[in-house]
T-cell receptor
C-alpha cells in the first residue's frame, strides 16, 4: 500500500539554524500539507500546497517558513532560523486529485528538537 | 474557537472493556473524521462519517454523529492493549483538517 514517507525521523538543531524537513507524498497525489504537533498538544495546520503554490497557510506559517516541491517527488518544509518554540513533531500529508476531498494520508512525522 | 473538543482527555480501561470518546465542534460540518496516534508516531485515519450519516461501523469501531448537538462519539468495543493510543476527531475546514484536542486511551492487559 502506498504511503507518505518523511525524513529525517528525528532532527536536533541549534537555535538560529536552518532546517529542511523532507516528505515524499503518495505518487499520484497533487495536494500537499504540513501540520505540526507540539508535545502533548493537538495537531495544527501549517500550510497547504497545490499546483506549485501555497493554497492556504496558518498564522504559525510566518516568514521563517517556506515550502517547496523541488522535483516530481519531494515536498519540503524549510525553517530558516529555528526558534526553541519550533520544537515539535512535523507531519506531512497528501491527498489525491479527484479523490474524496477529505481523505488525507499522513506520514510518520519528523520530530524536531531545537536547543 | 473552531477546534473540536474531546472528552475525556484521558481514559483508562481494562482489556475487553469498551471505550467511548466524545467530540464536540462549533461550526457546521460536511463530515467528521477520527484518527489514531500511537505515542510519538504518525496519524492513522480510522473512519470518516458524513453529515448525512448517523452511525458508521468499521470492525470494532463504531462512530456516531449528531449534527443537532454538534457532537460525535467513537466507540471501541472489546478493547485490546494495542488500542492504547491518542484518538483525535478532525473536521474539514476549507483546504485543511482541524483537529480536536484528543483523548489519550490506555488499555491495561
Amino acid at each position: 500500500e502506498p504511503e507518505v514517507t518523511q525524513t529525517p525521523s528525528h532532527q536536533v538543531t541549534q537555535m538560529g539554524q536552518e532546517v529542511i524537513l523532507r516528505c515524499v507524498p503518495i505518487s499520484n497525489h497533487l495536494y500537499f500539507y504540513w501540520y505540526r504537533q507540539i508535545l502533548g498538544q493537538k495537531v495544527e495546520f501549517l500550510v497547504s500546497f497545490y499546483n506549485n503554490e501555497i493554497s492556504e497557510k496558518s498564522e504559525i506559517f510566518d516568514d521563517q517558513f517556506s515550502v517547496e516541491r523541488p522535483d516530481g517527488s519531494n515536498f519540503t518544509l524549510k525553517i530558516r532560523s529555528t526558534k526553541l518554540e519550533d520544537s515539535a513533531m512535523y507531519f506531512c500529508a497528501s491527498r489525491a486529485s479527484g479523490g474524496p476531498r477529505e481523505t488525507q494520508y499522513f506520514g510518520p512525522g519528523t520530530r524536531l528538537l531545537v536547543l | 474557537s473552531q477546534q473540536g473538543e474531546e472528552d475525556p482527555q484521558a481514559l483508562s480501561i481494562q482489556e475487553g472493556e469498551n471505550a467511548t470518546m466524545n467530540c464536540s465542534y462549533k461550526t457546521s460540518i460536511n463530515n467528521l473524521q477520527w484518527y489514531r496516534q500511537n505515542s510519538g508516531r504518525g496519524l492513522v485515519h480510522l473512519i470518516l462519517i458524513r453529515s448525512n450519516e448517523r452511525e458508521k461501523h468499521s470492525g470494532r469501531l463504531r462512530v456516531t454523529l449528531d449534527t443537532s448537538k454538534k457532537s460525535s462519539s467513537l466507540l471501541i468495543t472489546a478493547s485490546r492493549a494495542a488500542d492504547t493510543a491518542s484518538y483525535f476527531c478532525a473536521r474539514w475546514g476549507t483546504d485543511k483538517l482541524i483537529f480536536g484536542t484528543g483523548t489519550r486511551l490506555q488499555v491495561f492487559p
